[in-house]
């Protein structure tokens, strides 16, 4: 998407990426100080909506019409309905408190942090309390949540691709626990035994991307030339990386922050005896 301006859209499927896209990207930047609230729900829809023209009437707003989840054809028509959703009326009310809740047990730790996160999920989901965009929505929240619950290798592999290559299995999964909330009998196993596989899939290949062996993947060139540098002296100044690997100052506090970050270098010193070396 980089380099593809606005006004270069044609259609409605590159207007609503492009709003996924900048969306996504400033969670990964600045999930620390993005607070999980009614109100940033709001928001990220209002964000992810941006671009789209035809959904400039509801962006950032619950709700007003009925939205039962349907299946459709090859021509768009509805053939079935996967399940029903809660009626417009009762949006607010759910959602803020699904969200109260979902923040609460967060806070308190009383719940291992996954499954109030899937338990989030299949309801946020059950809700649909947006017009349109209640899939990417969800997704987004996904990321948000795990990174504040300390996954922190979210944006190197997408959850959003898991989910896209298992379509079936998550609809499937969807349909089976949702059918069941607020039955008295409520059972949402399916559905969390669909997340935490796509969980621990995601899991693995981060594991394996963010391996010694796996890491120029990650880097870009100059980033790597400092990374390959690293390699070769026991620790090194800022300005002994620069000068040795060839790229800017700027640019190596960019990529010691990121190799910081992957946890392939670490920092000695304070202020200008600061040295780094590979771990």
Do not use: C
């Not at 900048?22 to 209002?46: M, Q």
């Amino acid at each position: 998407m980089r380099g593809l301006s606005v006004q270069k859209f044609s259609g409605r499927d590159k207007q609503e990426v492009q709003g996924y896209y900048e969306l996504l990207e400033n969670i990964f930047d600045s999930w620390k100080r993005i607070s999980f609230s009614e109100n940033t729900i709001k928001h990220f829809h209002k964000e992810l909506l941006k671009y789209a023209e035809k959904d400039e009437r509801h962006r950032g707003e619950y709700k007003k019409k009925e939205n039962a989840v349907k299946m459709v054809d090859s021509t768009g028509s509805p053939i079935a309905t996967l399940f029903e959703t809660v009626p417009a009326y009762l949006t607010p009310k759910e959602m803020q408190e699904l969200t109260e809740w979902t923040a609460e047990a967060l806070a308190e730790h009383k719940y291992p942090p996954l499954l109030v996160i899937g338990n989030f999920l299949v309801e946020f989901l059950n809700i649909h309390p947006f017009e349109d965009g209640n899939g990417r929505i969800s997704r987004i929240l996904a990321n948000l949540l795990l990174l504040k619950a300390g996954y922190l290798y979210m944006p190197y592999v997408s959850h959003e691709k898991l989910i896209e290559d298992s379509k079936p299995e998550y609809y499937l999964a969807l349909r089976k626990s949702q059918k069941t909330i607020k039955t008295g009998g409520e059972d949402i196993t399916p559905w969390l035994d669909f997340f935490l596989t796509i969980f621990l899939k995601q899991s693995r290949m981060a594991i394996e991307l963010l391996s010694k062996e796996n890491i120029e993947q990650l880097l870009s060139l100059k980033q790597l030339a400092i990374w390959r540098y690293l390699q070769t002296v026991e620790e090194a100044t800022p300005g002994e990386i620069a000068r040795k690997a060839g790229v800017a100052r700027p640019t190596v506090n960019q990529a010691i922050n990121k190799l910081l970050k992957l946890k392939k270098v670490e920092r000695r010193g304070l202020g200008r005896s600061t040295r780094y070396k590979k771990v």
